[in-house]
């Protein structure tokens, strides 16, 4: 069998022209979505993501603001930010790029961003309606473009096995209790499960988020399952790629994620997709 490939780009490429329909509806009501991306210190990785995501607002009508602060800026001075920004009503998303320098404690500033505007997911409050269920939260960007990336293709996941390789707070958790919610039995596997490999080949639906080159290989996936690829890795020859060994896992699943043009582009199209809805809640 060789599998179907989910292309992340295509998907994304029809959702932001949806988008860009619903900013023209909203700015034409007075309620154009912004955006506000803080960047702090110049991580070369950090720098793309960011440049990305601003060229995405741009292309969907969004109106983006880009904050770049020196490494050297103060815990303190970077609270006093998000608190403007909190209070800046032509602003509904706030983002703050992580890794942040060493001194300054990220959970902190994670949990100063208003919820309202959360729009990267990763606050309590939205942490905490995504496993309760409760409305009025963000969910997290990446594993909510897994999930749409599924729904692509018309995957059904009620009664399936879904195991998530990964437990981060951005990625491994969030997507376990997304796939909860549809009804997925979830394993949720990490760095001390003994048998990485008993787990994921009882996976209908493999999602591998942990930063590894190659990882999973062809005799880790029950054939015929659904691989979902998160990691941006660089190989040695400095070429982006994923967890999954993409070329020998092809010939066992029936559908699996590229890298790059798989989750990458849905991570972004979901951030655009979290900040319209911010708008419209506002
Ligand atoms: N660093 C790596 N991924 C992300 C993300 O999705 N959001 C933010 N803010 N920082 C990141």
Not at 40 to 49: D, L, T, W
Not at 80 to 94: E, F, K, M, S, T
Not at 183 to 210: F, G, K
């Amino acid at each position: 069998m060789t599998a179907q490939i989910i292309d992340g780009l295509a998907l994304s490429r029809k959702l932001r022209s949806a988008f860009a329909q619903q900013v023209q509806t909203l700015t034409a009501a007075g309620k154009r979505p912004g955006l506000a991306v803080i960047l702090v210190g110049e991580n070369p990785a950090s720098q793309v993501y960011v440049r990305n995501k601003i060229k995405a607002c741009e292309e969907t009508g969004i109106h983006s603001v880009l904050e770049q602060h020196p490494a050297s800026i103060t815990q303190a001075e970077l609270l006093a930010r998000i608190a403007a920004l909190n209070n800046d009503p032509a602003i509904h998303g706030i983002l703050v790029q992580l890794p942040l320098p060493e001194h300054i404690d990220a959970d902190a500033v994670i949990e100063a961003i208003s919820p309202a505007k959360d729009v990267d997911g990763f606050h309590i409050s939205s942490a905490g309606a995504l496993m309760t269920g409760l409305a009025g939260g963000f969910w997290p960007c990446t594993p909510h473009g897994c999930l749409k990336m599924l729904d692509d293709i018309g995957y059904e996941l009620r009664g399936k096995h879904a195991v998530v390789v990964g437990r981060s707070n951005i990625v491994g958790k969030p997507m376990a209790m997304m796939l909860l919610a549809r009804s997925a039995t979830v394993t949720i596997c990490h760095s001390a499960t003994p048998d990485l490999a008993a787990m994921t080949r009882q996976a209908d639906v493999l999602v591998a988020a942990v930063g590894r080159e190659k990882l999973i290989t062809a005799d880790m996936v029950k054939p015929g399952a659904v691989v979902i690829d998160v990691g941006m890795n660089r190989n040695a020859e400095g070429k982006l790629c994923g967890d999954v060994d993409f070329e020998a896992v092809k010939e066992v699943a029936s559908w699996i994620t590229p890298v790059p043009g798989g989750v990458g582009p849905m991570t972004i199209t979901m951030l655009l997709a979290n900040t319209i809805e911010s708008a419209q809640r506002a």
